[in-house]
T-cell receptor
Framework: DTGVSQDPRHKITKRGQNVTFRCDPI?????LYWYRQTLGQGPEFLTY????????KSRLLSNRFSAERPKGSFSTLEIQRTEQGDSAMYLC???????????FGPGTRLTVL | TQLLEQSPQFLSIQEGENLTVYCNSS?????LQWYRQEPGEGPVLLVT?????EVKKLKRLTFQFGDARKDSSLHITAAQTGDTGLYLC????????????FGKGTSLLVTP
C-alpha cells in the first residue's frame, strides 16, 4: 500500500532560478491538491485538480507558479524566478472519489537563498 | 475564507496527563478533519467528523464535533511522549472542490 509520494524531499536553490516538484498520488484518487506551509502556520491551499483538469487556484498562486496533471495521475508544480518568500514546505494531497478525506505526502522543503 | 482558530497554540505536559485542544470557527462546516504532523513530514489524517454532536474515539484520543458544526475538540487521555506533534484541524470547503482550510495548529510536547 503506497501513499502519496513527493520528489524531491528537499530543494535548495538560488533566487531567480526555476524549480519543479513532483507529486504521485495514491492510485485511483481522482482529486489532487497542492498546499504551501510556512513556519508556524497550517497548510494553505494553492490549487487542485480533478483528474487532469485544474479546477481551482488560490490567490496565493502568483503567475510565477504553474501546476499540471497531464494524464490525471502525477502532478508537477513549477515555480519560476524563485524569490526568498517562496521558501516553504510544499505539500501534495490526494483524495478518492466521493470522499472529503485527503491524504498527504511527506512534502518538499524549498529553501531559496 | 472560513477561518479556523485553534487553542492553545502551544502545550507542554508530562507523560500521563490529560489534555484538550480546541478548534473554533464562526462558520459552519460540513466536515472537519484532524491531522497530526511531525517536523519535516506531511500531516497524517487522524479522523473526520461529519455529524453535529458526533464523538469519535481513536484509542486514547477522543474527538467531538460541536452540535452546530462550528467547533471541534480533541481530548487525549494519559498522554505519551509519542503524542508529541502539531495537531491541525481543517474544514473542507465544498465550493473549492473540498480544499481544506487549516487552523494554525496546536504544538504539543509531552515530556517523560
Amino acid at each position: 500500500d503506497t501513499g502519496v509520494s513527493q520528489d524531491p524531499r528537499h530543494k535548495i536553490t538560488k533566487r531567480g532560478q526555476n524549480v519543479t516538484f513532483r507529486c504521485d498520488p495514491i492510485s485511483e484518487h481522482n482529486r489532487l491538491y497542492w498546499y504551501r506551509q510556512t513556519l508556524g502556520q497550517g497548510p494553505e491551499f494553492l490549487t487542485y485538480f480533478q483528474n487532469e483538469a485544474q479546477l481551482e487556484k488560490s490567490r496565493l498562486l502568483s503567475n510565477r507558479f504553474s501546476a499540471e496533471r497531464p494524464k490525471g495521475s502525477f502532478s508537477t508544480l513549477e515555480i519560476q524566478r524563485t524569490e526568498q518568500g517562496d521558501s516553504a514546505m510544499y505539500l501534495c494531497a490526494s483524495s478518492p472519489p466521493q470522499s472529503v478525506e485527503q491524504f498527504f505526502g511527506p512534502g518538499t522543503r524549498l529553501t531559496v537563498l | 475564507t472560513q477561518l479556523l482558530e485553534q487553542s492553545p497554540q502551544f502545550l507542554s505536559i508530562q507523560e500521563g496527563e490529560n489534555l484538550t485542544v480546541y478548534c473554533n470557527s464562526s462558520s459552519v462546516f460540513s466536515s472537519l478533519q484532524w491531522y497530526r504532523q511531525e517536523p519535516g513530514e506531511g500531516p497524517v489524517l487522524l479522523v473526520t467528523v461529519v455529524t453535529g454532536g458526533e464523538v469519535k474515539k481513536l484509542k486514547r484520543l477522543t474527538f467531538q464535533f460541536g452540535d452546530a458544526r462550528k467547533d471541534s475538540s480533541l481530548h487525549i487521555t494519559a498522554a505519551q511522549t509519542g503524542d508529541t506533534g502539531l495537531y491541525l484541524c481543517a474544514g473542507a470547503n465544498p465550493n473549492s472542490g473540498y480544499a481544506l482550510n487549516f487552523g494554525k495548529g496546536t504544538s504539543l510536547l509531552v515530556t517523560p
